[in-house]
T-cell receptor, first 114, second 113 residues
Framework: GAGVSQSPSNKVTEKGKDVELRCDPISGHTALYWYRQSLGQGLEFLIYFQGNSAPDKSGLPSDRFSAERTGGSVSTLTIQRTQQEDSAVYLC????????????FGQGTRLTVV | GENVEQHPSTLSVQEGDSAVIKCTYSDSASNYFPWYKQELGKGPQLIIDIRSNVGEKKDQRIAVTLNKTAKHFSLHITETQPEDSAVYFCAARSNFGNEKLTFGTGTRLTIIP
């Protein structure tokens, strides 16, 4: 596609439920990043993929959070047993290895845990 | 790890005046410094970036300066317009193969008509 695509754009879930957030990076981009942005706050790093491997998972807040990437393309961020503090906008970005500088962001998934 | 500090957190300027946002970083290995603009309800969008082999870069009304010795870099917007109102984030990254961008906490810029 022309840009990074995230789905759903909005998700409301009940506390304790599991959610899956999807990111489709720009075609050919091998690096993929997940960030979290709480209301009015900065961008908190969660995890980074190079191809299908995740050399840096240091930002995942707890073991309820996991992410995978298959075929070097689509990535899924899964949050198990959601809590109210998980409410935030989850942003995905991708960048090309050939020019591994500029990272392009998707529009984000707004997650609300009620 | 890298730590990026950004000031001010909010900034209001009269339309037509200049705006300056400043960031400092801690990791001397960082050598790529992008600036992102985020409008309400949208993802961050890259507006300008600078690499550590240059001290200044300009793109029309926007410029970025980098002082590697002092480990700080700044965004300058001249002749501000209402559409410049947004949240601006600075970031830093090491060049060791696609490592994560570490972001500042953001500056909410408001242009007063």
């Amino acid at each position: 596609g022309a840009g990074v695509s995230q789905s759903p754009s909005n998700k409301v879930t009940e506390k304790g439920k599991d959610v899956e957030l999807r990111c489709d990076p720009i075609s050919g981009h091998t690096a993929l990043y997940w960030y979290r942005q709480s209301l009015g706050q900065g961008l908190e790093f969660l995890i980074y993929f190079q191809g299908n491997s995740a050399p840096d998972k240091s930002g995942l807040p707890s073991d309820r959070f996991s992410a995978e990437r298959t075929g070097g393309s689509v990535s899924t961020l899964t949050i198990q047993r959601t809590q109210q503090e998980d409410s935030a906008v989850y942003l995905c970005a991708s960048s090309s290895t050939a020019d591994y500088t500029e990272a392009f962001f998707g529009q984000g998934t707004r997650l609300t845990v009620v | 790890g890298e730590n990026v500090e950004q000031h001010p957190s909010t900034l209001s300027v009269q339309e037509g005046d200049s705006a300056v946002i400043k960031c400092t970083y801690s990791d001397s290995a960082s050598n790529y410094f992008p600036w992102y603009k985020q409008e309400l309800g949208k993802g961050p969008q890259l507006i300008i970036d600078i690499r550590s082999n240059v001290g200044e870069k300009k793109d029309q009304r926007i410029a970025v300066t980098l002082n590697k010795t002092a480990k700080h870099f700044s965004l300058h917007i001249t002749e501000t317009q209402p559409e410049d109102s947004a949240v601006y984030f600075c970031a830093a990254r090491s060049n060791f193969g696609n490592e994560k961008l570490t972001f500042g906490t953001g500056t909410r810029l408001t242009i007063i008509p």
